[in-house]
């Protein structure tokens, strides 16, 4: 593969760096709210293409935007004001050989059913406006979609993608934090427990501090003394799963901004600072390996709403990031890698216009000896990314 660029890691791991930084957006943040209806939208488009063509058309709805609402929380009640507005854009294939694609009132269904299966205490109805704004793709794109290069899409835009592999130790603690938190079986038993959670993890030398940020359902609580009580609750479970996946010494604080004393406190009516305090928009929370990570390679790309058969955007986020956990599983030898792969517009997917990996071996691997491995597994990802859409229908 002529694009290929093997290279030998050299950057210390972030597990030996002196201080180590990962966030994660859970899914009731606004942000994280935006970009799953982006991707909700996308998925409901791809399902209604191939009922009607056996195939997607072009799209990319991978514009959301959030607009918090007004709210009065309040132990054992709280009301919505005034209903948060998202509004949900980008460009559609609208109408093909005298079929009409409904793409407002896909839109807006498949967000309100997300919201609805996705936050226990939001009413997606009452608590939610949704202004769909969607037009038809420009006509050189739309053209270019069609194209095959062979039965094999091309790219629609010169984007960049990459990936890592494995996480580090914090990397896992946080994204494992968050999901046990936002878990639907945890907030079943625990209905005060809203989605809206944000971690944040610092290891500094051989410890770890976790600053968690939950928001409450003030319906499920009847004062302070029991908020209180949730925050101590909400401590324990992330304790517990740290302690799983950790050895190291571990701080865990809870909502660091109140101040019980005055009552001053973060509760919600629906579990999400959407409905009051936070906005939110696509693009800015988790990238697809769903952290946020600064001592990692990373791109402003977001994958989330952009159509998944010739929008390297995505398609090579994804694959930079199945490449590089694939060479770690599969590759004797390596033990670390990284992935950075850059498209050219109108190029096949598969052909990028840069491939390059760096990996980190155990002693006696020689690089060029791994050359036809790599090689192997950059084509088998790049080659699946071919039937990516299919998991949509």
């Not at 607009?67 to 009301?79: L, N, R, T």
Request: charged share 25%; with cysteine.
């Amino acid at each position: 593969m002529n694009a290929l660029v093997l290279t030998r890691m050299r950057a210390t791991r972030p597990d030996d760096l002196p201080v180590e930084v990962v966030e994660r957006k859970g899914k009731g943040h606004p942000d994280s709210i935006c970009d799953a209806l982006a991707e909700e939208v996308s998925r409901a488009l791809i399902r209604e293409y191939a009922r009607h063509f056996g195939r997607p058309l072009h799209h990319n709805v991978d514009k959301a935007l959030l607009c918090a609402g007004v709210a009065e929380p309040a132990f054992g009640a709280g009301e919505v004001i005034r209903p948060m507005r998202i509004y949900l854009a980008g460009r559609a294939t609208m109408e093909m050989d005298g079929i009409r694609i409904p793409v407002p009132e896909l839109a807006v269904e498949s967000a309100r059913a997300w919201l609805g299966s996705s936050l226990h205490a939001l009413d997606p109805e009452r608590h939610v406006e949704i202004e769909p704004l969607f037009r038809p793709g420009s006509p050189e794109l739309r053209e270019l979609f069609r194209r095959d290069g062979g039965r094999t899409p091309l790219a629609n835009d010169t984007s960049v993608g990459v990936g890592f592999a494995p996480k580090s130790e914090l990397e896992q603690v946080v994204l494992e934090v968050e999901r046990q938190l936002t878990d639907p079986r945890t907030t079943v038993a625990h209905p005060e427990i809203g989605e809206d959670v944000k971690v944040m993890g610092v290891r500094r030398g051989d410890r770890i501090e976790l600053t968690v940020a939950c928001a409450f359902v003030g319906r499920h609580l009847s004062g302070l003394p029991d908020y209180v009580k949730a925050k101590e609750l909400v401590e324990a479970l992330v304790r517990e799963t740290a302690g799983r996946l950790t050895r190291r010494p571990v701080t865990v604080v809870v909502n660091n901004a109140d101040d019980v004393e005055s009552g001053s406190v973060y509760l919600t009516v629906t579990g999400t600072s959407a409905e009051a305090g936070d906005d939110g928009q696509a693009g800015r929370g988790n990238r697809t390996t769903g952290l946020i990570t600064p001592y990692r390679p990373m791109v402003i790309e977001s994958a989330a709403g952009k159509n998944p058969v010739t929008h390297t955007g995505k398609l090579y986020s994804l694959a930079a990031e199945a490449v590089a956990a694939d060479l770690v599983a599969n590759v004797p030898g390596i033990t670390e890698a990284r992935c950075l792969l850059l498209s050219r517009i109108g190029l096949p997917v598969d052909a990028p216009a840069i491939a390059e990996v760096g990996v980190r071996t155990e002693t006696g691997y020689r690089l060029h000896r791994l050359r036809g491995d790599v090689e192997q597994v950059l084509a088998k990802q790049l080659a699946a990314l071919a039937d990516l859409w299919r998991e949509s229908v």
